[in-house]
């Protein structure tokens, strides 16, 4: 039997009547994959045994659809619970319907009757003062929890950036567990980049149809034929595509772009010198007739030809 030790940090705060601070000497349990199999009956596949077992602070799960992602995500959050008296575990999704679908997988595996957290409703008490608690990704209304344990976001793909920079904080006071799951939907988001950035301290999984050992052969190749190869390869194979909508494919942009290269030197443009610029014409607008006076030819007065004598003084007096 494995033996795992998890040492969790102190938080002296009380988290309410009757509840335990979440303790700071190191837990030796059985190992999530055995803990799971012993108590529920719940037989892990390889890949299964590997994700339940990680033991890593920032977790990405890129995985096929009907992997059973949401169920070993559930048992992972399960063990956690039981195993860190007085922690809370949070999972978000994209709607709140998929929120309480975890929960139920959640609730399947208890043995005994719990209750529900004070702070929301969707959610289950353990006895000893830990929740478990699911939440809509909604902007409005994520905000609020802290001394997170383990924060998990399921199908991250579908849930905005906004919702990923608001619950991050969460984890801050217990220095709390990050696991990011989802089936890849285009070539943006957080998850996107997160999985593209090699640099952020993250352990990677990324299961496909193929070794899920659950999915025959002739259920892929009729969803192959139905889906067509790019959908197939986005739902089955774990491929990240461009969307409908992205115009230029995210690894043309990456590979027009060279770091290594230095970068042009900036030159400031200075303007020729002029000895007088001229003055700009003033604008016309569009109503005012032109001024064609200065093209007219002037009158002549009269007295100023032949056929015109000046008049006389008789008739001037006229």
């Given at each position: ?201 993250w352990t990677r999984f990324s299961v496909t149809a193929p070794e ?18 790019r959908l197939y390869a986005q739902e089955y194979l774990c491929e990240f595509l461009p969307s409908d ?74």
């Amino acid at each position: 039997m494995r033996i795992f030790e998890w040492p969790w940090p102190v938080d002296e705060r009380s988290f309410g009547d009757g509840e335990q601070p979440v303790v700071d000497t190191p837990v030796e349990m059985r190992a999530p994959s055995e803990w799971a199999r012993e108590e529920f009956g719940f037989v892990a596949d390889t890949r299964q045994t590997e994700v339940l077992d990680c033991a890593a602070r920032q977790v990405l799960l890129c995985c096929s659809r009907q992997w059973g992602k949401s169920t070993v995500t559930a048992l992972r959050a399960l063990h956690f619970a039981m195993h860190h008296p007085g922690s809370t575990t949070l999972c978000v999704a994209p709607s709140m319907r998929q929120s309480g679908m975890f929960l139920a997988k959640v609730r399947k595996y208890l043995k005994t009757p719990a209750g529900r957290d004070p702070r929301e409703p969707m959610s289950v008490r353990l006895n000893n003062g830990s929740s478990i608690i699911g939440l809509p990704s909604k902007a409005n209304t994520i905000r609020g929890f802290d001394n997170v344990g383990l924060l998990i976001l399921d199908e991250a793909a579908m849930i905005d950036d906004e919702i990923y920079t608001a619950t991050r904080p969460m984890r801050a006071v217990c220095n709390g567990r990050l696991w990011l799951l989802s089936t890849p939907h285009g070539q943006s988001g957080f998850f996107y980049d997160a999985w593209q950035d090699r640099d952020e301290g993250w352990t990677r999984f990324s299961v496909t149809a193929p070794e899920c050992p659950r999915l025959t052969a002739e259920f892929l190749a009729r969803e192959h034929a139905a889906l067509g190869e790019r959908l197939y390869a986005q739902e089955y194979l774990c491929e990240f595509l461009p969307s409908d909508y992205q115009m230029i494919p995210s690894h043309l942009v990456d590979r027009a772009v060279n770091e290594d290269e230095e970068p042009m030197e900036e030159v400031e443009w200075t303007p020729p010198e002029r000895d007088q610029a001229p003055s700009p014409a003033e604008p016309q607008s569009r109503f005012q007739s032109p001024d064609v006076s200065a093209e007219l030819p002037t009158r002549p007065q009269r007295g100023g030809h032949p056929s015109h004598p000046a008049p006389s003084a008789e008739e001037d007096q006229c």
